[in-house]
């Protein structure tokens, strides 16, 4: 029977409230984003306030499934980087649930998410994708607002050019006008020039009443062409001058049927059977332009006799000299045979272009069609995925906030966005199958949410930078210095009567060892790669030497804590061979670049190592004679 707990509400509760906000957010931005690329079709004409809410209402729908990858990887990572600020995520750890264990509630949400994204692209967003174009196509038929500005010639009327020197925008008046009316050509543009004028709009708002006062007209009375020395004209003065002209101002809305064949206003189903059909019809056109072409190659002229189209039938070109045809005619023949070739072949040539433009745009819309299936799909599991990358991404990351997520966040969906770019454009272009482009950016995060989700789980420090910075300074061979400072509570005193004895004893030790190793001597390239990984003898001196910092680290003194910091770390594995597995450190010595670089390191580390531990051996002496002077009762 399915449970609901207390941590599974809280879980849900904390997600949720992030996840409703960083949605409008996400949704805000991208709505901005297509405002910014639409804004030209609405600034300038007047439009309704009606108008602009539907399409904002609709451009909202249309946007909705590719704000939801965003807003889950951007509440995920904040929700997770909370819970490990918090330690509230150490603590469900610490209680023996597992990452998995957490996410559990939050899969079945995002789960839920997957298939509102997916009802939202098949359902409501094919018609509101049909409303907002049909909206977008109105919009740039609306004629702009009557706005002429002052200074420069004004265009936005068809057939006319306006330029209005000075305009006084509380009368309406315009000064020192200039019209160019083009309405009959270029070539019989008639020119208007006066000292003022007013332009109105009609109560209908589709014509404009042009008003001018005190000016002259000028224009052509027939064509001027290029030989034409004069061309009769026409001036005119006048006093006062009216004229109508065409202007429809009213937003028009267009038919919706014109996006029935665009993909993008049909579902799944529609999709499918589109696809299905354009299948046949590719087939059935090429088929029907290869036998064209198959056809056209041995073409008769119909007027021949029977037995004249037997033998042309059975003729083959290679049977005979058609230089010696083509150098026997006439001039004229020869004249009139390269000018039918020529008719003939640019006929041709027309005629295959036009053919191969039809099999493009066709084999164009298919692909398109294909896509828009698939990116129903895509886009609607881009959601679980990017849940898998940010859930254990602010586990480890384990920063809240608008911060550190934020940035993350944007990272990872400005890479998605790449990829998933790039694959739609060499799907859409032809370079690659359909199905592969579009599931590029899905084949490369999904298996990122699988290992971001293991490590996590198993407390991976796959995103610490210390491990890094500390994994560098291994390979560098930057050592480690101590840093021990006095205690302020001490439970058990050090053994101050026992200890010389043990440190006289490891002095000992690390000198046999010393003389048995021979560390000034380079050590053999080839038996390098051969010897044990594992210096036995120098992790047993290493780790009693840490027993006794340890116990010695309990003291009083300040003198003796002094002494303690002159020991070394010791990294006991770095010099001998780097790799464990027998082969593989064969193939690394074969190898020489890699081997080189190994073997000078691990000379390096010996030559230290014989330092380190000679310094052991001085240091257990200023130790002992601490111990035995000033702190042995």
């Keep these: 029977m399915l449970r609901i707990k207390k941590l599974d509400i809280f879980i849900l509760k904390s997600f949720c409230m992030l996840f409703m906000g960083t949605f409008f957010i996400c949704l805000f931005i991208f709505m901005m984003q297509f405002l910014w690329k639409y804004v030209d079709e609405m600034v300038g004409k007047g439009l309704e306030l009606s108008i602009l809410a539907q399409f904002f209402f609709y451009s909202a729908l249309t946007l909705v499934p590719i704000s939801l990858p965003l807003a889950v990887l951007l509440a995920a990572l904040i929700t997770f980087g909370n819970f490990g600020e918090r330690f509230e995520l150490l603590a ?136 034409q020395n004069n061309v009769p004209y026409r001036r005119e003065a006048f006093r006062a001058k009216h004229a109508i002209i065409e202007f429809d101002s009213d937003f028009n809305m267009v038919n919706s049927d014109v996006m029935n064949s665009s993909s993008n206003s049909k579902d799944m189903k529609m999709l499918q059977t589109s696809i299905d059909s354009m299948k046949v019809e590719n087939d059935s056109v090429g088929r029907v332009y290869f036998n064209e072409a198959i056809n056209s190659t041995y073409k008769i002229p119909v007027d021949l006799k029977k037995a004249d189209t037997l033998k042309i039938e059975q003729a083959r070109l290679n049977e005979y000299n058609v230089d010696s045809l083509f150098s ?9 045979i390269m000018n039918t070739a020529v008719s003939r072949a640019e006929s041709a040539g027309n005629d295959w272009n036009f053919k191969s433009y039809n099999v493009i745009a066709t084999e164009k819309n298919l692909r398109r069609h294909m896509m828009s299936w698939h990116e129903k799909l895509t886009l609607s599991l881009a959601c679980l995925i990017f849940f898998f990358i940010g859930a254990p991404l602010g586990g480890i990351i384990r920063k809240g906030g608008l911060g550190m997520p934020v940035v993350v966040s944007v990272l990872i969906f400005i890479i998605y966005y790449i990829i998933n770019n790039t694959g739609f454009k060499m799907a859409r272009d032809g370079q690659w199958i359909v199905w592969m482009g579009m599931w590029t950016s899905t084949a490369v995060l999904a298996p990122l949410g699988a290992f971001l989700t293991y490590k996590s789980n198993n407390d991976s420090v796959v995103l610490n930078a210390d491990a890094y910075i500390n994994w560098f300074k291994k390979i560098a061979g930057v050592r480690s210095v101590r840093h021990l400072s006095r205690k302020d509570v001490i439970i058990q005193d050090p053994d101050y009567a026992r200890l010389p004895a043990e440190l006289q004893a490891l002095s000992a030790d690390c000198r046999a060892y010393v003389e048995k190793r021979n560390f000034k001597r380079a050590p053999n390239y080839f038996k390098l790669w051969m010897e ?31 002494a303690l910091n002159n020991y070394p770390i010791i990294p006991v594995y770095a010099h001998v061979r780097p790799v464990d597995n027998y082969w593989l450190s064969l193939l690394c010595g074969l190898v020489v670049p890699v081997g080189l670089f190994f ?35």
């Design 328 to 336: 026997v005619a006439t001039l004229s023949q020869k004249q009139k």
């Design 599 to 633: 073997y000078f390191r691990i000379w390096a580390f010996r030559i230290r190592l014989g330092k380190d531990v000679g310094r052991i051996i001085e240091t257990n002496g200023e130790v002992k004679e601490i111990i035995e002077k000033d702190l042995r009762l």
């Design 532 to 562: 044990d990984s594992r210096d036995e003898e120098m992790v047993a001196i290493s780790e009693r030497l840490e027993e006794l910092v340890d116990e010695m680290s309990n003291t009083k003194s300040a003198h003796l804590m002094n």
């Design 92 to 227: 469900m750890k610490a209680a023996g649930i597992s990452l998995l264990k957490i996410m559990r509630p939050l899969i079945v949400f995002i789960i839920l998410v997957c298939g509102i994204s997916f009802y939202f692209q098949n359902v409501i967003g094919p018609k509101a994708q049909v409303k907002l174009w049909t909206l977008l196509m109105s919009m740039r038929q609306k004629s702009p607002e009557l706005d002429i500005p002052e200074g420069v010639f004004y265009d936005e009327i068809g057939g006319y050019n306006l330029y209005v020197k000075h305009k006084n925008r509380k009368t309406g008046m315009l000064y020192d006008v200039l019209i160019y009316n083009f309405e009959k050509g270029f070539e019989n543009a008639q020119i208007i020039k006066s000292d003022s004028g007013k332009l109105e709009m009609t109560a209908d708002k589709q014509h404009l009443y042009l008003h001018l006062y005190s000016g002259e007209q000028f224009e052509n009375l027939r064509s001027q062409n290029m030989n």
